[in-house]
C-alpha cells in the first residue's frame, strides 16, 4: 500500500469512526485524489480534529486502522509532534503546511504538549513566515 492509499484509508476511517455526518459526494474527492499534498493535509486535518479524544477512543481507533494496514493515530500524532519539534529546532516554517501545522499547536490551548517557551517561539514563526 503506497503513501497516497494509506492517507486515504486513514482518512475514510477517522471519518467513519468519529461518526462525523459527511455526504458521499464530499468523500468522492478523498477517494479519487492523486494530489499527496492535499491527501496529507487532510490527514493532518483528521489528526487535528482528534485531539480531544479519550485514550480509551484512540486505543480502539488505532487498533481499528492497524487491523486495515494503515497508520494509527498515536503514529500519526507522533509524527506530528517531530515535525513540529523539527520547525522549531530549525527556527524556520518553510510552507503553508508547516505554517498550518505550527498554528495548530499553538492554538491547542488545553494541551499541556507546549511549554510558554515554546509556544512563544512558534508563534513568532508563525509573524514571520511569509508565503512564496
Given at each position: 500500500?503506497?503513501?497516497?492509499e494509506?492517507?486515504r ?30 491527501l ?17 477512543q484512540?486505543?480502539?481507533?488505532d487498533r481499528?486502522?492497524l ?62 513566515y511569509?508565503?512564496?
Amino acid at each position: 500500500m503506497d503513501e497516497k492509499e494509506q492517507l486515504r484509508g486513514f482518512i475514510l476511517t477517522v471519518l467513519d469512526y468519529v461518526e462525523l455526518p459527511v455526504p458521499e459526494s464530499a468523500l468522492d474527492p478523498i477517494r479519487k485524489s492523486n494530489q499527496l499534498r492535499g491527501l496529507r493535509a487532510a490527514a493532518t486535518d483528521m489528526v487535528e480534529m482528534c485531539q480531544d479524544v479519550d485514550l480509551q477512543q484512540v486505543t480502539k481507533l488505532d487498533r481499528r486502522l492497524l487491523e486495515q494496514g494503515l497508520p494509527s493515530l498515536s503514529e500519526m500524532r507522533d509524527q506530528s509532534l517531530r515535525l513540529f519539534r523539527s520547525i522549531l529546532s530549525r527556527n524556520q516554517i518553510k510552507t503553508d503546511d508547516e505554517w498550518r501545522l505550527v498554528e495548530s499547536y499553538i492554538s491547542d490551548v488545553d494541551s499541556d504538549t507546549l511549554t510558554e517557551r515554546d509556544r512563544e517561539h512558534a508563534s513568532s514563526l508563525l509573524t514571520d513566515y511569509e508565503p512564496i
